[in-house]
C-alpha cells in the first residue's frame, strides 16, 4: 500500500506544475488600473491581480514627455475592458512581461502605431514586425514623432541616474 504512495505524489505534483505552468502563459481578466504608457494591471476571475508590462515596448518615463498621453492612449484601449495576456517571462521587478489584448486589440502594437512608445529593440526578437508599426508612426509624425527629437525611456532613465 505504502509503495504506490510516492508514485502518487510524484504525478500529482506533476500535474499540478502542469496546471499552474499552464495558467502562467495566458492570464485572462479585467484591467483595473494602468500605471503608465506600458503597464497595466489585470484582475482574473479568482480575484489575483497580476501587474503587467507590454513586451518589447518602452513608453516614456512619468516625468517625461508625452507620458501622459501615452498613459491616456493605453487607458482608453484597456481600463476596465476583458484583457488577455500572452506571458513572455517575468522581469526583474517581478511584472510580467506580456502581449496583450484589451477586447481583441493587440495594446502592444496599438501603443506603437500610435506612436506613443518605442520597440525596445533588446527585448522585441519575438516581435520583428513591430519595427515596421514604430517606422510608420514616426514618418507620420504621430503622438511622441511629432518631436523632432523624442528621447527613448532608456537613455532618460539612463541620463536620470547620473
Wanted: hydrophobic share 35%.
Amino acid at each position: 500500500m505504502l509503495r504506490g504512495t510516492p508514485t502518487r505524489s510524484i504525478i500529482g505534483v506533476v500535474l499540478m506544475a502542469l496546471s499552474l505552468n499552464a495558467h502562467a502563459e495566458t492570464i485572462f481578466g479585467r484591467v483595473v488600473s494602468v500605471a503608465d504608457g506600458d503597464t497595466l494591471t489585470i484582475l482574473d476571475t479568482n480575484n489575483q491581480t497580476f501587474k503587467i508590462r507590454l513586451a518589447a515596448i518602452d513608453a516614456p518615463e512619468k516625468t517625461q514627455a508625452f507620458s501622459n498621453r501615452a498613459k491616456l492612449t493605453l487607458s482608453k484601449l484597456c481600463y476596465d475592458k476583458e484583457a488577455e495576456a500572452k506571458i513572455e517571462t517575468k522581469d526583474r521587478y517581478g511584472r510580467y512581461v506580456a502581449e496583450v489584448y484589451c477586447e481583441g486589440f493587440n495594446a502592444n502594437t496599438s501603443q506603437l502605431s500610435d506612436g506613443m512608445a518605442w520597440v525596445y529593440t533588446q527585448y522585441a526578437k519575438k516581435f520583428p514586425h513591430y519595427r515596421s508599426l514604430e517606422d510608420a508612426a514616426r514618418q507620420q509624425r504621430i503622438g511622441l514623432w511629432a518631436d523632432h527629437s523624442p528621447t527613448p525611456p532608456w537613455e532618460f532613465r539612463r541620463n536620470k541616474q547620473r
